[in-house]
């Protein structure tokens, strides 16, 4: 695979994923994309995504429930993610900004902003699944 391709390819997954905002999976863009590039793989979107992390554009994230992938905006924004029931809770930037500052305060620059922290929501710790 020669360099400019590799390019092309990363830039029609950009312009997919800036249409529909928020987490994709690999899958459901790969999805989107093969009818209009017949040559693309599932493995190559992974490729891509993982190239388009590496340079800061895109967040890797965890669910719960496989790989999620998401643009990175300007605005931080951060989960709570439970193990249980794969629900997914936004967790406010200003509940983490101090947290961040604290840290921070060591000497140390924070460059997450897509924050998952795991744990079983309420509903989830009522049927027990927390142990
Ligand atoms: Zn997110
Ligand atoms: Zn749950």
Not at 38 to 64: H, M, N, W
Not at 115 to 123: D, E, F, K, M, V
């Amino acid at each position: 695979m020669n360099k400019h391709r590799m390019t092309f390819q990363r830039k029609k997954i950009l312009d997919e994923m800036r249409r529909y905002p928020g987490h994709q999976a690999a899958e459901a863009i790969y999805d989107r994309l093969k009818a209009e590039m017949p040559e693309l793989s599932l493995s190559t979107v992974y490729r891509s995504l993982k190239g388009l992390a590496d340079i800061g554009q895109v967040s890797i994230s965890d669910l719960g429930d496989g790989l999620v992938f998401e643009l990175i905006n300007s605005e931080p924004h951060h989960h709570l993610v439970c193990l249980g029931c794969h629900a997914v809770l936004p967790l406010d930037n200003a509940e983490v900004t101090p947290f961040f500052k604290q840290i921070e305060s060591r000497g140390f620059k924070i460059a997450t902003t897509h924050l998952c922290l795991y744990g079983y929501c309420s509903a989830c710790q009522e049927k027990g699944l927390f142990q």
